[in-house]
């Protein structure tokens, strides 16, 4: 699925049994492939919505692939799927 420059996903990630000693991760390479990586508790884009499922609050600001991964180390370790979403400068 194509999205317009600008908009603003809410991408979920489940962990069962995430609790506290779970340090949750969103991994984003940008189009210019440069990575940031959000942390729950050090992020406000990242937020717990419910027990061991999270949420990160992504801003597609320029055209191209964005690729987003979550995954989790501590008490549980786990990773999700790559997800890409294509942004299209001229929708």
Not at 2 to 21: D, E, M, R
Not at 56 to 73: H, I, K, M, N, Q
């Amino acid at each position: 699925m194509n999205y317009p420059i600008g908009s603003q996903l809410k991408i979920k990630a489940s962990f069962p049994g995430a609790s506290t000693g779970t340090n949750v991760f969103f991994k984003v390479k940008d189009p210019s492939a440069a990575v940031t990586i959000y942390q729950h508790g050090n992020s406000t884009l990242v937020s717990q919505i419910s027990p061991g499922v999270y949420q990160f609050d992504l801003s597609l600001s320029t055209a191209g692939t964005w690729r987003v991964r979550a995954y989790c180390t501590g008490a549980v370790v786990g990773s999700s799927a790559v997800k890409e979403y294509v942004v299209d400068g001229d929708v």
